[in-house]
């Protein structure tokens, strides 16, 4: 877990805690809980075993020899987090804050999702460790997720449809930190990314940092050596959060975040590459937003992706430098969806997808002897029926 | 002394009427005729909100509400004209709610100086709590807005004490763990709030009571416990947006107000 604590919250000017007066006591109370257990040793134990044997870390570093060819540059790796249970990153999260909530004594636990896999892993996560689970859903995500919805119904937890603004991701949020709100005494909420009031982006990026932690060593011992370059996609930018936190000190090792460019500028969720700073869901953060601070509607074919804010730490590492944000298509995402099908045999979700395009440029652009990691954040099961209507047919 | 401390103080004994509505909705200019419905009533200070996105402190009643001001096309600068349009005709102290984004968006300095212009006397930010107002309180003293900061059930004394150190104006309570929205019966949690902030404050400000307060006997039993003023917000909402035709729908507005108002006085109140 990383050791690294923002004062009051913030990297450089970003994050904080903006939020309704009811719920400061409820993010101070999580804070105190969270800084005594990330040192608890019963719990690191616990956590660790879960990761383990229950969603089956650590994930295999894998060396994608065809994408490697076919990108005609620097050696590709991808961070398998696809074959993580519930087939996404997501896991590694809900599993810490799962087990955060039943120390901290709260029997029902909240999250938000946009693509489902959040909600997929928080169901199985409050399943596995007998807490009661509801989820929020943008109606639209429901509409184009509907296997992970039914998933998460299988699994115990109730999903509540968000009819309200975009109907996406940004409004589950909203409903989410309304239900909060409303039941704070006996109810925790998982946020599913970096993003939301201090102390979660810290605490989401210290659950995902399993995965950049992964990757050190594996790299070592395969290469003898760490990365030129890690890239990962970015929404919220948990799984990227999680892949580049523990390079951050690392200054040979570039870092790239890759978000969703939708279908051209204006119609897009690349919130670091189009936006400018403003508030919202309790942090100050880069914002897609108009003249006057209303908050853009956001366009992406992978719902994952489809948000118009993003973790605050992923603001301050873009103004300082140590991280490059640039974005991918929805054709794109497409084109790599199928490349990666194709040559790997692996069928990425689509929100990888958009790391996996941008990856097999810079490789392309990167000497042979040098090495690119792409976090593979999930698997694309959940997308087939979204390729499938772009293509025209019906499965 | 600033003009909502003044009110409080001409006030003496009675309870004050602080009435909400969302600027815009469903447009500017039936906006101004309902707050001027509002002070025909009585309304002692109005609460005008600008329209925000993703207004995360709101129910239903205001969200929706702030759905149809955006969609009409409502910008933060009508509603500042607005004001200025009220301000001529009224002397009633009138409080922008907002979220921190509108403010922070166009640069801070900038809203708050345009605020200010415009005849606004305070302002009100759910999502700004003390934690975060170095920037934003030395702005509203250099403009001479008045900070009305919120307190809640889950406000302990201590922090209590420190929202009384930096509020002007008066300090908002939160009635109840939850959102905006009208309800129909009053919680005891409302009345021990109250009545705790009551004993921690000590009469240094005036306490006013919002979220879930629509009935004249949720005003009586608020005033009762100690209050100094009671917020009302979406049932005003839910008539402007009743479908009634638009004068019949202000008539109604006036005569709520005078309802309200009736129920703050402490010697012409009908204790039934």
Same mark, same amino acid.
């Given at each position: 877990?990383?050791?690294?604590?923002?004062?009051?919250?913030?990297?450089?000017?970003?994050?904080?805690?903006?939020?309704?007066?009811?719920?400061?006591?409820?993010?101070?109370?999580?804070?105190?809980?969270?800084?005594?257990?990330?040192?608890?040793?019963?719990?690191?134990?616990?956590?660790?075993?879960?990761?383990?044997?229950?969603?089956?870390?650590?994930?295999?570093?894998?060396?994608?020899?065809?994408?490697?060819?076919?990108?005609?540059?620097?050696?590709?790796?991808?961070?398998?987090?696809?074959?993580?249970?519930?087939?996404?990153?997501?896991?590694?999260?809900?599993?810490?804050?799962?087990?955060?909530?039943?120390?901290?004594?709260?029997?029902?636990?909240?999250?938000?999702?946009?693509?489902?896999?959040?909600?997929?892993?928080?169901?199985?996560?409050?399943?596995?460790?007998?807490?009661?689970?509801?989820?929020?859903?943008?109606?639209?995500?429901?509409?184009?997720?509907?296997?992970?919805?039914?998933?998460?119904?299988?699994?115990?937890?109730?999903?509540?449809?968000?009819?309200?603004?975009?109907?996406?991701?940004?409004?589950?949020?909203?409903?989410?930190?309304?239900?909060?709100?409303?039941?704070?005494?006996?109810?925790?909420?998982?946020?599913?990314?970096?993003?939301?009031?201090?102390?979660?982006?810290?605490?989401?990026?210290?659950?995902?940092?399993?995965?950049?932690?992964?990757?050190?060593?594996?790299?070592?011992?395969?290469?003898?050596?760490?990365?030129?370059?890690?890239?990962?996609?970015?929404?919220?930018?948990?799984?990227?959060?999680?892949?580049?936190?523990?390079?951050?000190?690392?200054?040979?090792?570039?870092?790239?975040?890759?978000?969703?460019?939708?279908?051209?500028?204006?119609?897009?969720?690349?919130?670091?590459?189009?936006?400018?700073?403003?508030?919202?869901?309790?942090?100050?953060?880069?914002?897609?937003?108009?003249?006057?601070?209303?908050?853009?509607?956001?366009?992406?074919?992978?719902?994952?992706?489809?948000?118009?804010?993003?973790?605050?730490?992923?603001?301050?590492?873009?103004?300082?430098?140590?991280?490059?944000?640039?974005?991918?298509?929805?054709?794109?995402?497409?084109?790599?969806?199928?490349?990666?099908?194709?040559?790997?045999?692996?069928?990425?979700?689509?929100?990888?997808?958009?790391?996996?395009?941008?990856?097999?440029?810079?490789?392309?652009?990167?000497?042979?002897?040098?090495?690119?990691?792409?976090?593979?954040?999930?698997?694309?099961?959940?997308?087939?029926?979204?390729?499938?209507?772009?293509?025209?047919?019906?499965? | 002394?600033?003009?909502?401390?003044?009110?409080?103080?001409?006030?003496?004994?009675?309870?004050?009427?602080?009435?909400?509505?969302?600027?815009?909705?469903?447009?500017?200019?039936?906006? *101004?005729?309902? +707050?001027?419905? %509002?002070? !025909? /009533?009585?309304?002692?200070?109005?609460? $005008? =909100? #600008?329209?925000?996105?993703?207004?995360?402190?709101?129910?239903?009643?205001?969200? *929706?509400?702030? +759905?149809?001001? %955006?969609? !009409? /096309?409502?910008?933060?600068?009508?509603? $500042? =004209? #607005?004001?200025?349009?009220?301000?001529?005709?009224?002397?009633?102290?009138?409080?922008?709610?907002?979220?921190?984004?509108?403010?922070?968006?166009?640069?801070?300095?900038?809203? $708050?100086?345009?605020?200010?212009?415009?005849?606004?006397?305070?302002?009100?930010?759910?999502?700004?709590?003390?934690?975060?107002?170095?920037?934003?309180?030395?702005?509203?003293?250099?403009?001479?807005?008045?900070?009305?900061?919120?307190?809640?059930?889950?406000?302990?004394?201590?922090?209590?004490?420190?929202?009384?150190?930096?509020?002007?104006?008066?300090?908002?309570?939160?009635?109840?763990?939850?959102?905006?929205?009208?309800?129909?019966?009053?919680?005891?949690?409302?009345?021990?709030?109250?009545?705790?902030?009551?004993?921690?404050?000590?009469?240094?400000?005036?306490?006013?009571?919002?979220?879930?307060?629509?009935?004249?006997?949720?005003?009586?039993?608020?005033?009762?416990?100690?209050?100094?003023?009671?917020?009302?917000?979406?049932?005003?909402?839910?008539?402007?947006?009743?479908?009634?035709?638009?004068?019949?729908?202000?008539?109604?507005?006036?005569?709520?107000?005078?309802?309200?108002?009736?129920?703050?006085?402490?010697?012409?109140?009908?204790?039934?």
């Amino acid at each position: 877990m990383g050791e690294d604590y923002p004062k009051k919250g913030r990297f450089g000017r970003y994050g904080g805690q903006f939020i309704p007066e009811t719920l400061v006591p409820a993010v101070q109370e999580l804070e105190k809980a969270y800084l005594r257990l990330r040192r608890d040793a019963s719990f690191k134990r616990e956590l660790a075993h879960l990761l383990a044997d229950y969603a089956g870390r650590p994930t295999p570093l894998y060396l994608a020899s065809n994408l490697t060819e076919s990108a005609g540059g620097a050696k590709v790796y991808l961070k398998r987090e696809d074959l993580l249970h519930s087939g996404a990153h997501k896991i590694n999260n809900t599993l810490g804050q799962a087990l955060l909530a039943k120390k901290m004594g709260k029997p029902r636990v909240i999250a938000e999702t946009g693509a489902g896999q959040h909600g997929v892993a928080t169901a199985m996560a409050c399943a596995v460790l007998g807490l009661k689970a509801e989820v929020y859903m943008g109606s639209e995500d429901i509409e184009r997720q509907k296997l992970n919805v039914f998933r998460m119904r299988l699994l115990g937890t109730e999903v509540h449809s968000v009819d309200s603004g975009s109907r996406t991701l940004k409004d589950a949020i909203n409903e989410a930190l309304r239900d909060w709100v409303t039941n704070l005494r006996d109810t925790y909420y998982i946020i599913g990314s970096v993003v939301g009031p201090h102390p979660y982006p810290v605490i989401v990026r210290d659950f995902q940092s399993v995965i950049g932690v992964e990757i050190k060593r594996q790299m070592k011992s395969k290469e003898g050596r760490l990365p030129d370059a890690v890239v990962a996609c970015v929404g919220g930018g948990s799984n990227a959060m999680g892949t580049f936190h523990p390079f951050v000190d690392d200054r040979d090792v570039k870092l790239y975040g890759v978000e969703a460019g939708g279908t051209g500028r204006g119609r897009s969720a690349a919130t670091l590459v189009e936006g400018r700073e403003g508030v919202l869901h309790g942090m100050l953060t880069y914002l897609l937003q108009d003249r006057d601070g209303q908050v853009a509607s956001t366009e992406s074919i992978s719902a994952g992706l489809d948000y118009p804010g993003v973790g605050p730490e992923h603001s301050f590492l873009k103004d300082s430098g140590r991280a490059q944000y640039v974005s991918a298509s929805d054709d794109e995402a497409v084109k790599a969806f199928h490349l990666l099908s194709r040559k790997e045999g692996i069928i990425p979700a689509l929100e990888s997808s958009h790391a996996v395009s941008y990856a097999v440029k810079l490789a392309g652009r990167m000497k042979r002897d040098e090495n690119v990691v792409v976090t593979l954040s999930g698997r694309g099961d959940k997308d087939v029926q979204i390729i499938a209507k772009r293509a025209g047919l019906e499965i | 002394m600033s003009p909502i401390r003044s009110v409080f103080r001409s006030l003496g004994k009675d309870g004050a009427l602080i009435a909400y509505t969302m600027g815009g909705d469903p447009d500017i200019e039936t906006t *101004e005729r309902v +707050v001027d419905a %509002l002070i !025909a /009533g009585g309304a002692d200070i109005i609460e $005008l =909100g #600008v329209p925000f996105s993703d207004p995360i402190a709101d129910g239903k009643s205001i969200q *929706e509400a702030a +759905v149809r001001s %955006l969609a !009409a /096309g409502t910008k933060p600068s009508d509603i $500042l =004209g #607005v004001v200025a349009r009220l301000k001529k005709k009224h002397s009633t102290p009138i409080a922008i709610m907002t979220y921190y984004n509108i403010l922070y968006s166009p640069g801070l300095d900038r809203f $708050l100086s345009e605020a200010k212009k415009a005849g606004v006397d305070a302002l009100i930010v759910p999502d700004l709590p003390l934690d975060e107002t170095e920037d934003y309180s030395r702005l509203a003293r250099k403009y001479s807005l008045d900070t009305i900061l919120m307190a809640a059930p889950t406000t302990s004394p201590a922090r209590m004490k420190s929202l009384v150190r930096h509020s002007t104006g008066f300090l908002y309570l939160v009635s109840l763990l939850g959102v905006t929205g009208a309800r129909s019966q009053l919680g005891d949690e409302t009345l021990k709030l109250v009545k705790e902030a009551k004993r921690v404050t000590r009469g240094k400000i005036p306490l006013g009571v919002g979220f879930g307060i629509s009935k004249p006997e949720h005003v009586r039993a608020v005033l009762a416990a100690g209050a100094d003023a009671v917020i009302v917000g979406s049932s005003i909402v839910n008539m402007v947006s009743s479908g009634k035709p638009t004068a019949a729908m202000l008539k109604d507005v006036e005569n709520y107000a005078r309802t309200l108002k009736t129920a703050t006085k402490t010697g012409g109140s009908n204790q039934t």
